[in-house]
């Protein structure tokens, strides 16, 4: 029997230390010999394409970002490096989300991995890829949580969950950061958006939000803090106001909370014009006031607005900004350029062979889409086996070469995509017949023109293959919608094709999720791959063919309605719990008088459970789980309990389960969720095999914000859960002293 043991959350590494002494000194000095006028150019990134040359000579720009040709980069340093009276060098900032040229899954694709290797690999690929161009820093990764379908940049995070977005946010800084930033295949990482914005009301993009301190600490920073931790370079704050106060003039998250408390000692940068924004938020009066908001809240580096340059100088002659407040933000700029090697080595070597789409980087891409992909029903269609001759592949998505890529990929290129219908036909072309008919143009065209093509080519076919979805552009930075079941004429042909009565398996490629209860009901199989980047299609195909097993698990709550969101698993105890026996909207006799019916919290018409929980994800093979024990009964502060439970592959295929563990304290000083994902662990078994799973869970797991706003494991009574989702079922319970 193997066995795997996993140690949680409170022990991640501090991957990078703190910085040598020699930096500090070297900072000093240049300081020293810095005017005013040069510190606050420091302060100012600009977008390449405005006019930089004067500016940087004059040194008036510390950063500049859109710039991808290497020789153009090299200019414009050799400028700042030789020309500018101080040498000091530009940082290059660009948004490498998913993949740089080789586009992995998009990110909350790769959190359905549940793999924090995957996420660390995908960042270190995508980071070679761009640094290898002459970028320095990337704007990921995006640690926003969300819980609402309609938000679209959902896309660009890592789901619902605290833990999960710690746990894979905190791997991505590592892979774009690597051992050193100075290494040729490393970037400085930016954790976004500080902080709250995935909580935009009513998923519409830059919306207010209203998170109140404990869920705020509790929830939406938790990913923020544990990347800091992991040591992340750089911090962009966000574009909401949270309470009436906006990100980039907040005090409290820059400095109460991200200096004091976490002790960052990275940078901070505006998101795209956010100073301003503190104008349109009706927070400030006027430019001049919101580059004296920011800069006094602790926001070090203003992204293209030129309100500092512009009213810093006059703001530090009338004492409205200490020069003290803008050496701290220089300083922290400083010590990231110092980190990425930029004073030793500002140039990029446009001598090296190319390292786009190296076999490892699309292996690695492949790989990350294969274990992205989420099994939702199999009725035993899949994997496809030696009967089914020949092949309907249609829907919109089946060919998308663009579209599969996903949002936020402004160097990916669409002519490398292998789509599922040319790695069907490639990998899988001489075993099986591909007849190819889209029967929707793309996932918004209403015309119904091409359906009945693709009902024909379903009756001359043993297995039907519909791939639909979004296109990218549905998802991404503002991109909400108020609806999200499948656009155009895609139910439609759905439907059309479950008429031909042959086995249809259905592929979703989204940037969210769906609600999809219909298709689901239609397909004989679904299968959800998110937009899962370059290599997606020979991921799906793979598995179709079950040359790869499933083992997704979904990084959100899947709603049966629109009208449930929000709706995630972790959410805390109401006083009126659902029980599952209550009447439903039919149940109700004509002229009932008013009555409080199960006097509980749900929908008459769509009860209280989603369509799929957080966590779920099926393989071809099945698990089952037994024997789950503690290693004690009782805790006591500073202690480790261990959980151990038997994992069996109970199937016929060789799989990966990814086990995971839930706790829920029973009682707190404030409410506390029904259940909170704690440890996940991806195991792999043979058929028939089983292992035991440990978990080691500390009392700083359990620990959280209290009525005091004090970070403590508070003494009582848990409940623990291992299994295969968040609804598992089996059982221990603890004390904690
Ligand atoms: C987005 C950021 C992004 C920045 C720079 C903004 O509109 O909100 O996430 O990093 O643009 O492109």
């Not at 605290?162 to 800084?173: D, E």
């Not at 009706?282 to 340059?309: H, P, W």
């Not at 512009?310 to 530090?316: E, F, G, I, K, S």
């Not at 994992?647 to 304290?665: F, I, M, S």
């Amino acid at each position: 029997m193997k066995k795997y043991c996993l140690i949680l959350a409170a022990s991640l590494p501090l991957l990078l230390g703190a910085q040598p002494q020699q930096d500090e000194q070297k900072i000093n000095d240049l300081l020293a010999k810095m005017t005013l006028e040069e510190k606050i150019g420091q302060m100012n990134q600009l977008s390449y394409g405005d006019k930089l040359d004067d500016g940087i000579k004059a040194g008036q720009i510390g950063s500049i970002l859109n710039i991808v040709d290497p020789a153009e980069v090299n200019r414009l340093q050799a400028i700042a490096v030789k020309e500018s009276r101080l040498g000091i060098p530009l940082i290059i900032g660009r948004d490498v989300i998913h993949g740089f040229k080789t586009i992995f899954p998009i990110p909350i694709g790769q959190a359905a991995s549940f793999n924090p290797e995957v996420a660390e690999e995908s960042a270190a690929v995508a980071a070679a890829e761009a640094r290898s161009v002459g970028i320095h820093w990337t704007f990921a990764p995006m640690l926003d949580i969300s819980r609402d379908p309609r938000w679209g940049r959902l896309a660009e995070g890592l789901g619902e969950d605290p833990y999960l977005a710690s746990v894979l946010g905190s791997a991505m800084v590592r892979g774009f950061q690597g051992k050193n930033l100075s290494d040729s295949t490393s970037v400085a990482a930016c954790i976004k958006h500080f902080a709250g914005y995935g909580a935009a009301e009513g998923g519409r993009d830059y919306n207010s939000t209203n998170i109140p301190p404990h869920l705020m600490r509790n929830v939406y920073l938790e990913p923020f803090k544990a990347a800091v931790e992991a040591g992340a370079a750089t911090l962009m704050t966000s574009f909401n106001e949270n309470d009436g106060i906006p990100s980039s003039g907040n005090t409290f998250l820059l400095k109460t909370v991200l200096r004091n408390e976490w002790k960052f000692d990275g940078f901070v940068v505006s998101d795209w014009g956010s100073v301003n924004g503190l104008v349109t938020h009706g927070f400030c009066a006027d430019q001049k006031e919101a580059a004296m908001k920011a800069t006094n809240a602790g926001l070090d580096m203003e992204m293209v607005s030129r309100a500092y340059i512009r009213h810093l100088p006059d703001l530090v002659k009338e004492r409205k900004v200490s020069e003290q407040t803008i050496d701290e933000a220089v300083r922290n700029i400083l010590r990231i350029k110092f980190r990425l090697g930029l004073f030793d080595n500002p140039y990029v070597d446009v001598s090296k062979p190319s390292v786009f789409y190296a076999d490892k980087h699309l292996q690695a891409a492949q790989k990350a889409a294969g274990q992205s992909v989420v099994l939702l029903k199999n009725n035993g269609i899949l994997p496809l086996g030696n009967m089914v001759k020949t092949v309907a592949l249609v829907g919109p998505m089946a060919d998308a070469p663009h579209d599969q890529l996903g949002t936020w990929i402004f160097d990916g290129d669409k002519t490398r995509t292998i789509t599922p219908l040319a790695a069907l036909q490639q990998q899988y072309g001489k075993q099986v017949k591909i007849i190819h008919e889209k029967g929707v143009a793309y996932s918004r065209d209403k015309s119904a023109s091409g359906i009945p093509a693709a009902v024909k080519a379903a009756q001359s076919a043993d297995v039907v293959v519909a791939v639909v979805g979004e296109e990218a552009i549905l998802s991404g930075e503002a991109h909400s919608l108020a609806e999200w079941e499948l656009k155009g004429a895609q139910k439609q042909l759905i439907a059309e094709l479950k008429k031909v009565g042959k086995p249809l398996v259905v592929i979703v490629m989204a940037g969210r999720p769906l609600t999809i209860q219909q298709e689901l009901n239609a397909a004989d199989a679904m299968l959800y791959s998110f937009h899962p980047g370059t290599m997606g299609g020979s991921a799906l195909a793979d598995i179709l063919f079950g040359k790869v097993v499933p083992s997704g698990k979904l990084p959100m709550t899947f709603p049966r309605e629109n009208g449930q969101v929000p709706m995630y698993y972790n959410h805390n105890h109401t006083s009126h719990a659902f029980r599952g026996n209550e009447k439903m909207i039919d149940d109700i006799p004509l002229e009932a008088v008013q009555t409080s019916l199960g006097n509980s919290s749900y929908y008459l018409d769509a009860g209280a459970s989603p369509l799929f929980p957080f966590g779920f994800g099926l393989s071809y093979s099945t698990f089952e789980y037994s024997d789950l024990r503690l290693d004690k009964a009782t805790l006591k502060q500073g202690e480790t309990v261990t959980a151990t439970v038997t994992l069996k592959n109970t199937g016929k295929h060789e799989a990966t389960e990814v086990a995971q563990l839930y706790v829920r304290d029973l009682t707190g000083s404030i409410a506390r969720p029904v259940k909170e994902l704690k440890g996940f662990r991806r195991v792999s078994l043979k058929a028939g095999e089983s292992t035991e799973v440990s978990f080691a869970l500390h009392t700083d797991d359990l620990a959280f914000y209290g009525i005091d706003m004090k970070k403590a494991a508070e003494p009582g009574a848990f409940k623990l859960w291992v299994g295969g989702d968040s609804n598992a079922k089996l059982e221990v319970e603890f004390d904690l002293q």
